[in-house]
């Protein structure tokens, strides 16, 4: 049975979002919050469609690797949100969702995080939660984002990751001396993810760009990143205000990189 108790979440979200909201539903035990609301309807223009469990068993990342999260360890949501029109760089939104989470969470009283480009949450050296974006273009000019989230808030204490997802792994358990409910860390999330959404529709990535770089997880570490094209090798020196990974290479250029999978020097890669 779910510990989160969904008339409680709802009562907590903020009037902005609680306007915007069209569905809303809390899951005792679901395959992938994303899926499912991948699989739905779309919400009309301007609204929020929210899905959310604390026992997802076959969460997704990145390039399809798996989300690992023993039932009640974790939490996974998902907000499903229709623009009239694409916004710009929209590639880039899970960048912006990232400082929603650590927006939210800070409203928690949980400080100290980090983002990894392009969808890892990070405390330390560990990761405490990964973003999942997708889009299904709608009639018209219109797009229905697909935002998930999953938050490691007290995990085993040995979490076998599976064959080829050894990576180091931090819990909000660990963090702080009080742990917040799930209730409270997901009406915190609703809220300021929808915040993010609405105000990315004007000018996208670039608005949020300059306060995201005091995040960078990334900045001044040694890496190598396999794209589709090729493997890029270097310092990374930032992101741009599109989004793009920017990577000192020792070249006369910087090298800019919109997608691949980063692997830090000296470390296992960090996540799906």
Known sequence: MSSLDANAIRDAIGRGAAGRLAGFEAFAEIESTNSHLMRGAAPAVGKLHVALTDNQTAGRGRHGRRW??????????????????????LPALTLAIGLGVIDALE??????????????????EGKLGGILTETQMQGGDAVMVVTGVGLNVDLPDKL????????????????VPVLPSCDE??????DRLCTVLVRYEAAGFASFAERWSRFDWLRGRALTIDTRERTVSGTAVGVHSDGALL????????????????????GPEAGP
């Open 68 to 89: 690992v999260s023993p039932a009640g360890s974790g939490l996974a949501l998902s907000l499903a949100y229709t623009y009239a029109r694409v916004p710009p760089q």
């Open 107 to 124: 409203d928690a009283g949980i400080g100290g995080l980090q983002l990894k480009w392009p969808n890892d949450v990070m405390a330390g």
């Open 160 to 175: 076998d990751l599976g064959a080829g997802q050894e990576r180091a792994a931090a819990d909000i358990a660990g963090l």
């Open 185 to 190: 860390l997901a009406a915190a999330l609703i």
């Open 247 to 266: 990577v000192d290479t020792g070249a006369a250029d910087v090298h800019r990189v919109t997608s691949g999978t980063v692997v830090v020097a000296g």
